[in-house]
């Protein structure tokens, strides 16, 4: 069957399910497979489910009825969304980086949807599954789109602008992410770097942070560029830290805008900023892009600040690289908050950095003073500390319930897989 007439069909059932136990009825059921799973073996329970269509690539479900048999379902599925982007003619803004990439799209999404009907990729779908089945949600009343691209290897942003084809494109920054899967820093640079090559290309425009300035390299020859930054760029901007809250002013000509925000750390000035230059560069006015920033509060896990009995947590569970890492115990160990307590999970796709960049961490924590530091996971076993330490988020729970804290200010912070929300569930 051809896209085309695939497409056909995608119009008259405009809902993609790709996993039987959240089966949307009418919508097109897409049979993926992966590692631990084979879609193909659930086709039947989709259709039963009330799935109008089954994409396959199972021979076995040839003539079967309401059955639709491909080559591959991963790429009838990815050929499908570009087919589907190809019918708009608005702007596709596609948003990668080290870090800040999720709450940098959350908050232009907020600043876009004051003045246009915006989607958006939904949580962290944004990989090669996640960036189809985003585009595939834009319906026909869309004016703007944002799409963010995650990727723990070279050539994977190059194959999702193919898909998603970007007109502007947000790098939030390079730094030590995934160096297992990059190969080092520079690695990281030439994949995050994809996107700007692809807009370069295909005479897109880049936002580019000019406080950043190894994104001028990069952007380098780019004919369409937008500049926002401290210093030197179209859009200008600065920060104080209110308690540990961040503030940022930004200039709308002649005029100072100031944004009083819901987000824990200095490092979130270039989020905001961002966002702001996104929103003037499209015609939001200034007063709305200070509502919709202001009215933005971080969730999932994502510098979230909160109240739990008598402390205060700040929960950054998500992710977590060395740049992210040294960031936020920066902005933590900066703040005017007292008996501050770090608990810090390892970080993950290190590769042959883990070591090194483990024991960096550990140094860095001890050039600062802390009531109490619980390092969580095996990447610190054998670095010398006189910290507390964990195998793993559920000693290091249990030893938390035994000991509760009390008044105290708390940064968790770990990569996911390190489980750093289990001693927010014990205090």
């Known amino acids: 069957m051809s896209i085309a007439t695939l497409y056909e069909i995608y119009t008259r059932y405009p809902r993609i399910s790709t996993d039987t136990r959240k089966i949307a009825p009418g919508s097109i059921f897409f049979a993926l497979k992966g590692d631990n799973f084979d879609g193909n073996r659930f086709v039947d329970q989709a259709l039963e489910a009330g799935a109008a269509y089954a ?91 944002v799409i963010e691209m995650g990727a723990n290897h070279q050539l994977e942003i190059a194959s999702y602008c ?43 425009v880049i936002f580019r942070n000019t406080d950043l300035t190894y994104l001028a390299s990069m952007a380098a020859n780019a004919t369409g560029q937008i500049t926002y930054g401290s210093t030197d760029a179209q859009y200008t901007g600065t920060s104080v830290m209110n308690g540990i809250f961040l503030s940022v002013t930004f200039m709308d000509g002649n ?77 933590f160990a900066g703040t005017p908050l007292e008996n501050k307590k770090l608990w810090i999970g390892g970080m993950k796709e290190m590769g042959d950095a883990e070591a090194y960049e483990h024991r960096e961490l550990v140094k860095l924590i001890g050039e600062h003073q802390w009531q109490e530091v619980i390092l969580v996971g095996k990447e610190f076993a054998g670095i010398e500390h006189n910290f507390k330490w964990f195998d793993d988020s559920a000693a290091a729970a249990a030893y938390v319930a035994n000991n509760k804290p009390q008044n105290s200010a708390i940064l968790i912070k770990g990569s996911r897989g390190s489980r750093m929300e289990k001693l927010l569930e014990v205090i």
Not at 175 to 200: M, N, P, Q, T
């Open 255 to 331: 005029t100072p805008v100031t944004i009083n925000t819901k987000l824990v750390g200095a490092y979130n000035f270039p989020n905001v900023m961002t966002a702001v230059a996104v929103g003037l560069h499209f015609g939001v006015p200034a007063a709305q892009i200070r509502e919709a920033i202001e009215s933005y509060e971080p969730d999932n896990s994502r510098s979230q600040w909160m109240a739990k009995g008598t402390n205060q947590v700040i929960l950054d569970a998500y992710n977590a690289n060395p740049t992210s890492m040294k960031a936020a115990i920066l902005n």
């Open 55 to 145: 994409v396959t690539d199972d021979p076995m479900n040839a003539g079967k009825k309401n059955c639709i048999v491909v080559n591959d379902v991963l790429t009838a599925l990815q050929l499908l969304a570009n087919h589907h982007r190809r019918q708009f003619t608005i702007p596709f803004i596609s948003i990668t980086g080290s870090n800040g990439k999720t709450t940098t799209k959350e908050l232009v999404l907020a600043v876009l949807t004051q003045k246009y009907k915006t989607y958006a990729t939904e949580g962290n779908l944004n990989n090669h599954i996640g960036v189809p089945l985003t585009l595939l949600k834009i319906g026909k009343d869309a004016e703007m789109a």
């Open 162 to 204: 193919v898909i998603a084809e970007p007109t502007h494109g947000i790098i939030t920054n390079c730094g030590k992410a995934h160096i297992e899967g990059f190969g080092g820093e520079e690695g990281v640079r030439k994949g995050k770097g994809e996107l700007f090559d692809y807009l370069r290309d295909h005479n897109g």
